[in-house]
Antibody
Framework: EVFLMQSGGGVVQPGGSLRLSCGASGFTFDDYAMHWVRQVPGKGLEWVSFVGGEGDRTYYADSVKGRFTISRDNGKNSLELQMNSLTTEDSALYFC???????????????WGQGSLVTVSS | EIVLTQSPGTLSLSPGERATLSCRASQSVRSNYLAWYLQRPGQAPRLLIYGAASRAAGIPDRFSGSGSGTDFTLTISGLEPADFGVYYCQQYGISPGTFGQGTKLEIK
């Protein structure tokens, strides 16, 4: 069974940093691109970033480019999102998500983590 | 950017009834790369349909997707209590993809 377990998140002041992690199990991790998607509570969904299966390709939403860094460790089946220079606009529930098909990215998501809440507030 | 508009905003139905949800795109969705998700309160979204009409693994055949170009529909026959929540469509024909604003399916 595919399982994505997230950790990290919390409350941080504007300008601060946070790191989110996502541990994967139940599938061949490096066969799949992985993504981060966020959701302001009660609002819609926004794709944030992806990393290719080998970790050599990354892509970011314009809203986070230059501030967020996605990475993966295939030896540990883990995914991370380093978030720097956070603003109140970044406050959201962040989900890690598996790409819907092997050898992506295809940009739809067939398994999701449970979510990590990030609150940016002074 | 492709804008997806979902309708209705809220749909009130009883268990056993049939639900029809609409997703309209501001421009044609390449290769009908359209997905549907259900998000129950306090949970992550769950993939239901991809490629406009292909059911994801483990999704019962009560769920069916249809449509092409700019107009897509999710139909749920014989609603069960677990089907109630917020449904999102997503286009991924133009990366990185965009989501609709959601349709809330509530128990009448």
């Amino acid at each position: 069974e595919v399982f994505l377990m997230q950790s990290g998140g919390g409350v941080v002041q504007p300008g601060g940093s946070l790191r989110l992690s996502c541990g994967a199990s139940g599938f061949t991790f490096d066969d799949y691109a992985m993504h981060w998607v966020r959701q302001v509570p009660g609002k819609g969904l926004e794709w944030v970033s992806f990393v290719g299966g080998e970790g050599d390709r990354t892509y970011y939403a314009d809203s986070v480019k230059g501030r967020f860094t996605i990475s993966r460790d295939n030896g540990k089946n883990s995914l991370e999102l380093q978030m720097n220079s956070l603003t109140t606009e970044d406050s959201a529930l962040y989900f890690c998500a598996r790409d819907g098909l092997r050898w992506g990215p295809h940009y739809f998501f067939d398994h999701w983590g449970q979510g990590s809440l990030v609150t940016v507030s002074s | 950017e492709i804008v997806l508009t979902q309708s209705p905003g809220t749909l009130s139905l009883s268990p056993g009834e049939r639900a029809t949800l609409s997703c309209r795109a501001s421009q044609s969705v390449r290769s009908n790369y359209l997905a549907w998700y259900l998000q129950r309160p306090g949970q992550a979204p769950r993939l239901l349909i991809y490629g406009a009409a292909s059911r994801a693994a483990g999704i019962p055949d009560r769920f069916s997707g249809s449509g092409s170009g700019t107009d897509f529909t999710l139909t749920i026959s014989g609603l069960e209590p677990a089907d109630f929540g917020v449904y999102y469509c997503q286009q991924y024909g133009i990366s990185p993809g965009t989501f609709g604003q959601g349709t809330k399916l509530e128990i009448k």
